[in-house]
Each structure stands twice: as C-alpha cells, then as structure tokens.
C-alpha cells in the first residue's frame, strides 16, 4: 500500500485563482511532511516543509498539517502560469534516512 | 545552492545490454539516492547510501546494482537491461539525519531499452 496519497491528480485553475491540493498518509511515524515541485524537463525541487501542526506561509503558499488526520494541503493563491508543475507531497520519520513521495498532482494554471 | 549533477542526460540501449548512470554532489552531503520515475508512480526509490561504500536497498530494487565510490559519486548499474527499465532516473542528496533534510535532485537521464 503507498504510503503517501495525494489528490486530485490533476487540477486546472485560472491564473489568479486558488490551487488546493491534498495529501494524506498512512504511517503513523511520519513527523516531517513536504511539498516538492517539478517543473517539466527538471528534476523534484523542495517547495516547503512542514513539521509542525497548523498553517506555514511563504508568500503565496501556505501548507497546512494536521497530524492527527495525517493530511496535508498546500494552497497557492494567486495562481500564476508560471505554477504549472507537478507537484509531489512527500513524508518521513524520525528513525529513516529516507522520504516517501506521493504520485504527485499534476497542476496547469491556465492565462 | 546544492549542485547535483548526473550523466548521461540521454541514454539508448538495446534489451540485454549495460548501462551505467553516474551522479556526483558537491555540498558534502553524506546521503544519495536513486529513483526512477514514470507516469502514474510518481518517485519510486531503488538505492540510496550513508557514505561510501554503503549500500541500501530502496523500493524497486530488481534488475539494478549501485556503488557509492567516494562521498560524491553515486553510479547506479544495469546488467541485461530489459525495457521494463525504461525511465527517467533521478538522483538526489542530503544532509546528515536525512528524514528532516531536503532532498537535492539532479536534473535527471532518461533512459530509453529498446
């Protein structure tokens, strides 16, 4: 079973519009949670993370966690075309060296 | 920032045949990883290391070696490549107690087994 879901799989907004996107784990061990970006021809690029419960913002972005449902959102205001990515939720426990990565949301902000 | 650099960009091959794809860090990071990544399974981890030497198995290990040679260099082997390999791989790094580090990404091969 994956560790790591992640939906919808894929979301289309307007520019300047609101992109939500959800993640949800089943480990109870995780503790770290992060949101990676891949734009097209590049590798995975650590957007945010999030270790605490509640909100984290960075200028458009804001995750939220909530560890005792084990989800995860990010929520990027004021979509720009420059947002279209897929991007990947991603979680991990204190004992492993290790993340485990969602399937990933892929997101197209439309001029 | 954290330079993660992987060659080939692009490699073809035939079923049966060997590949080799290296990676190199430069910032010192003790942990490597690889994953191959397709359409629908997101990032799925074969190897990863602590250090030279050092070898872990990740989620997809069937029909791929790794070797960690020094700190920087991670080379991730295919003996009698099958196009199920077929994929684009991705190399990453991190710091020491990597779960709450971020993962460096390379910019990745594509590997094409015809």
């Known amino acids: 079973q994956q560790k790591v879901q992640q939906s919808p799989e894929s979301l289309s907004v307007p520019e300047g519009g609101m992109a939500s996107l959800n993640c949800t784990s089943s480990?109870?061990?995780?503790?770290y949670f992060w949101w990676y970006r891949q734009h097209s021809g590049e590798g995975p690029k650590a957007l945010m993370s999030i270790f605490s419960d509640g909100d984290k913002k960075e200028g458009r972005f804001t995750a939220h966690l909530n560890k005792a449902s084990l989800h995860v959102s990010l929520h990027i205001r004021d979509s720009q075309p420059s947002d279209s990515a897929l991007y990947f939720c991603?979680?991990?426990?204190?004992?492993?060296?290790?993340?485990?990565f969602g399937d990933g949301t892929q997101l197209v902000v439309k001029p | 920032e954290a330079a993660v650099t992987q060659s080939p960009r692009n490699k073809v091959t035939v079923t049966g045949g060997n590949v080799t794809l290296s990676c190199r860090q430069t910032n010192s990071h003790n942990y490597m990883y690889w994953y191959r990544q397709d359409t629908g399974h997101g990032l799925r981890l074969i190897h990863y290391?602590?250090?030279?030497?050092?070898?872990q198995i990740g989620d997809v290990p069937d029909g791929y070696k790794a070797t960690r040679t020094t700190q920087e260099d991670f080379f991730l082997l295919l003996e009698l490549a099958s196009p199920s390999q077929t994929s684009l791989y991705f190399c990453?790094?991190?710091?020491?107690?990597?779960?709450?580090?971020?993962?460096?990404f390379g910019p990745g091969t594509r590997l094409t087994v015809l």
């Open positions: 290391s602590y250090g030279a030497g050092n070898l």
């Open positions: 990453a790094s991190s710091g020491t107690g990597g779960s709450s580090y971020e993962q460096y």
């Open positions: 991603a979680a991990s426990e204190p004992s492993n060296n290790r993340i485990f």
């Open positions: 480990d109870r061990n995780f503790q």
